[in-house]
């Protein structure tokens, strides 16, 4: 790798988790830059964020899983990432399956963010199947994709206290805060090369332990980052 950490991000969306480790990069909480932003969108508004910070961006269509556009797409991903000289790929808020191309390419180097406590209630709307199973505590996850959706060895989580009252959004936009902290820090973790995965465990030296935070919020590992 070079000295500093080269990333490529996918997205789909707004891009809020993109900003987040972009404003890491920027402020050297992150030893890394974001050297490319990769949506199948054009309407995506993380496409706007990245121009505004000066980040290459790039538009494939990925069509159907699995089909034969699915396919290509993968193969242009797998050059585009060759192309920037990319080191490690973020997934932020991208809505798609990520081929078995980049899977194989960038093994445990490519990281995916979710909004719940993994294994538990994965897929596009884990804030509001928490909040219709009734849990007391909900969260976020920060893991190494791999071939299927949400799944992956796992890096750090957050559990977020459930409120009375608390429907998707409420408990969603209390969820996204604990995002913006704990990607940034599992990318500060991988530049400093402190990320190891052993038999589908990640092993962090050295690991700060858990805290909680005066509302109630556990992140574990421990943060290194404010």
């Known amino acids: 790798m070079a000295d500093k950490l080269r990333i490529g991000a996918f997205a789909s969306g707004g891009g809020s988790n993109l900003q987040a480790i972009i404003d890491g990069c920027e402020d050297a909480r992150i ?9 199948n969108k054009a ?21 159907k899983d699995l089909t034969d556009e699915f396919f290509a797409a993968d193969e242009q991903h797998v050059k585009l990432l060759a192309d920037y000289c990319v080191d490690l790929v973020v997934m932020a808020g991208y809505m798609r399956r990520i081929g078995i191309g980049v899977l194989n390419a960038y093994h445990h180097r490519v990281m995916n ?37 949400d799944r992956g060895p796992i890096i750090i989580q957050a559990a977020v206290p459930l409120v009375a009252g608390d429907d998707e959004d409420a408990l969603g936009g209390r969820i996204l805060k604990q995002e913006h902290r ?34 109630g919020v556990i992140i574990s590992p421990g ?4």
């Open 113 to 149: 963010i979710h909004p719940a406590l993994l294994p538990s209630f994965p897929g596009a709307h884990g804030q509001r199947d928490a909040v219709k199973k009734g849990v007391k505590v909900a969260g976020c996850t920060v893991h190494f994709a791999d071939e299927e959706f």
């Open 43 to 63: 309407s995506a508004g993380a496409m706007e964020r990245a121009a505004r910070h000066g980040i290459a961006t790039e538009r494939v269509r990925v069509g």
């Open 223 to 226: 943060l290194d980052m404010a």
């Open 182 to 215: 704990v990607y940034p820090q599992a990318v500060q973790w991988f530049a400093q090369g402190r990320l190891t995965v052993e038999d589908y465990k990640v092993r962090i030296e050295p690991a700060a332990p858990a805290f909680t935070s005066e509302d």
């Open 31 to 39: 030893d890394a830059e974001v050297v490319v932003l990769i949506a």
